[in-house]
Every structure is written in structure tokens, then in C-alpha cells.
């Protein structure tokens, strides 16, 4: 399975480099999102949405994302797969999006200036229900198109 994290965001590497040292029972590979290694190998891919939220895929073109990103990534892992099997029943998985929601919310925090932040000032609003959405600064209800949802976001 290949997993695509942002090379750019402390925790995404973080994470990574603690992944890499996990006995594996499928091989993990990891690439940079939205690298050119990662464009040639999935040419069919979003490679911007990768970079918003971790994207894994299978061996079989499978695409998971989210929080189905971190239990697949868990699954391979020899001693996370019985977490892995839990965090897949409705309940485990409110608590993956939860968990992943956190780490979002954590990354965009302490993302370092001209980072990946949602910010108000750039137009950037949260409403729990759907999500992050953005209008562009200057721009009245009539004067541009409807605020389009954050990458990532339900």
C-alpha cells in the first residue's frame, strides 16, 4: 500500500517516520503528496485533495481517505490490525473521523505562516454540520459564487 502524506506538515512527517518503524504485515510505501513521484505513479489522482488529507492507496488502485486512510494504514500494521478491525465498525469509525477531525484541527492550528491554515481573515468560516467553507475576501453574498466547501470536508 502506498500512503501519500503532506512532506511539508511536521505531524504528517512525524507520523510517517513512526509508521516506517512498525512491524508491517503489508509493505507500507510512502510517498510525498502531490510529488512528482506521486503524479507518475496515480496520474488519475486529485493530488491536491492528497495534500489536504491523507490518501492511501492499495495495491489494487484502491483509494481510501480520511479516516478509512488511518484504519487501512493501521490494518497493515502487525500490532495495530486487531485496533484497525474495531475502529471499522460504525462506532470505531465515528471515533477514526473524530481522531482525524483532531489531528486536522491540530495541523491547521500549528501550521506555520503561509501554511495550509484556515484562516477567518483569508475568508475561511466552520460550521460542525458541513465542514469549512471559504468565500473570498471583498466578496458580498451577490458579488461572487457560492462559498465552496474546505478541501477534505463532509
Given at each position: 500500500?502506498?500512503?501519500?502524506?503532506?512532506?511539508?506538515?511536521?505531524?504528517?512527517?512525524?507520523?510517517?517516520?513512526?509508521?516506517?518503524?512498525?512491524?508491517?504485515?503489508?509493505?507500507?510505501?510512502?510517498?510525498?503528496?502531490?510529488?512528482?513521484?506521486?503524479?507518475?505513479?496515480?496520474?488519475?489522482?486529485?493530488?491536491?485533495?492528497?495534500?489536504?488529507?491523507?490518501t492511501v492507496v492499495g495495491d489494487a488502485g484502491q483509494v481510501y481517505r480520511?479516516?478509512?486512510?488511518?484504519?487501512?494504514?493501521?490494518?497493515?500494521?502487525?500490532?495495530?490490525?486487531?485496533?484497525?478491525?474495531?475502529?471499522?465498525?460504525?462506532?470505531?469509525?465515528?471515533?477514526?473521523?473524530?481522531?482525524?477531525?483532531?489531528?486536522?484541527?491540530?495541523?491547521?492550528?500549528?501550521?506555520?505562516?503561509?501554511?495550509?491554515?484556515?484562516?477567518?481573515?483569508?475568508?475561511?468560516?466552520?460550521?460542525?454540520?458541513?465542514?469549512?467553507?471559504?468565500?473570498?475576501?471583498?466578496?458580498?453574498?451577490?458579488?461572487?459564487?457560492?462559498?465552496?466547501?474546505?478541501?477534505?470536508?463532509?
Amino acid at each position: 500500500m502506498t500512503v501519500l502524506y503532506d512532506a511539508d506538515c511536521p505531524l504528517c512527517t512525524h507520523v510517517r517516520d513512526r509508521l516506517t518503524k512498525r512491524p508491517q504485515l503489508v509493505p507500507l510505501e510512502f510517498i510525498p503528496a502531490g510529488s512528482p513521484a506521486a503524479r507518475t505513479r496515480f496520474p488519475g489522482l486529485d493530488h491536491g485533495s492528497t495534500l489536504e488529507e491523507i490518501t492511501v492507496v492499495g495495491d489494487a488502485g484502491q483509494v481510501y481517505r480520511g479516516a478509512a486512510a488511518w484504519i487501512v494504514t493501521l490494518w497493515a500494521l502487525r500490532d495495530h490490525r486487531r485496533l484497525a478491525h474495531r475502529l471499522s465498525t460504525p462506532a470505531g469509525m465515528r471515533f477514526a473521523k473524530g481522531a482525524v477531525l483532531a489531528a486536522a484541527k491540530w495541523r491547521g492550528a500549528t501550521a506555520s505562516e503561509g501554511g495550509r491554515a484556515y484562516r477567518p481573515a483569508d475568508g475561511w468560516t466552520y460550521d460542525p454540520r458541513d465542514g469549512r467553507h471559504h468565500t473570498p475576501p471583498g466578496c458580498g453574498s451577490d458579488a461572487c459564487a457560492a462559498p465552496r466547501a474546505a478541501p477534505g470536508g463532509r
